[in-house]
């Protein structure tokens, strides 16, 4: 973009655009929240201990298939697996 362009962009229609992507963030990450948590692993171990508590963090970093396993294939499998799928799609929409 040329540099006239960006300076001719009113000062409120920025921070209005800056604070409307705010929002849109958090709102983002409230709503797939309960998605990431996997609740339906009942708080087993995670194969990746530096990766902390978040499961689908470790499914979006799983270095093999048995890392992806250790994470769906724990607890309520069928749910595990569903709110992996949601998550997915709502991330993928969101790309």
């Known amino acids: ?4 362009l960006i300076q001719s962009i009113p000062l409120k229609t920025l921070l209005t655009c800056a604070a409307v992507c705010l929002v849109a ?3 983002g990450a409230v709503l797939i929240a309960p998605h990431n948590k996997l609740e339906g692993r009942k708080g087993a171990k995670l194969p990746m201990r530096a990766l902390g508590d978040a ?3 470790q499914l979006e970093l799983a270095r093999n298939e048995g890392d992806i396993r250790a ?3 724990q607890g309520d499998i069928a749910r595990n697996q569903a709110s992996s799928d ?3 799609k709502v ?4 790309q």
């Open 1 to 4: 973009m040329s540099k006239d």
């Open 25 to 27: 963030a958090v709102a």
């Open 55 to 57: 499961p689908v963090l």
């Open 71 to 73: 994470v769906l294939m």
């Open 86 to 88: 949601v998550a997915s």
């Open 91 to 94: 991330r993928n929409r969101m």
